[in-house]
């Protein structure tokens, strides 16, 4: 396990961040559940972290790995409030789909 | 093929079907369940690049807090298959049409980033908590403790927002 970076190209980990990159943006266009939409947006947030990690251990830098810390310290704040105001949405409307809460639709 | 090439070929197809199930799968249950999955797999990931600290933090931050947070509210808003909405047919082709193109497109923007055989000179140290907690505490002091702000204002703000409303 040492050495397993010096035999995996770097590419590998830019194809698979970027397809699971992707599968999240399905995801968000793809349910109109607004928990699942959260939930696709932790996902595109994993891949750009498992992205940045990678960077940061193929050049050497230990810079990226700080930038994944405070991502995820976002990304907890981020889920917090996020399901907060579900929650309150839920209380109001009884529902969590999307397509109800388009007061604010153009 | 060495034995980390097969190790990174299962880890990245189980992230990848992991995170397809979460996207269709019916019960929003199952999306958490396999979002779980996901995540572990993708510390798992963490481990291999050497970034063992970030891997526990992983662990712990997402699949313990974030997921249990997900949990708790599926359970309490009582969410199933039966009260799941649907997007019709033709916008569900659409998103995965988007989604595959948009794969295309970074891709076709990433193929000249790094020549395809670029291979790490060394496997080094620097995913070890002596060097990240160097790096944390000395150069982004500042950084961690507006994070605790950040976080204290989103504590304060998802008790306001979830607390009920008097009327």
Known sequence: MENS?????????LILSSFMFCIGIM????????????MCIELMLNAVNLLLVSFSSY????????????IMVVAAAEVAVGLALLVSIYR?????????LSKMKW | MGISQIIFYLLASFTIFTALFVVFSKNPIYSVLWLILCFFSVAGHFVMLNAQFLAVVHIIVYSGAIMVLFLFTVMLLNLNKETEPHKPLLLKFAAVISGGVLFLIILAAMKTTIPSNY??????EIGYVKQIGMKLYREYTLPFEVASILFLSAMIGSVVLAKKERA
């Open chain 1, 5 to 13: 970076i010096q035999s995996i190209p770097q590419n590998w980990y």
């Open chain 2, 119 to 124: 291979i790490a000179p060394k496997a080094s």
């Open chain 1, 59 to 70: 050049a050497g830098n230990a810079e990226g790995q700080v930038f994944v810390f405070f």
């Open chain 1, 92 to 100: 109001n409307i009884a529902s969590t789909d999307i397509n109800i």
């Open chain 1, 27 to 38: 995801g968000v266009l793809f349910r109109r559940n607004a928990i699942i939409i959260l």
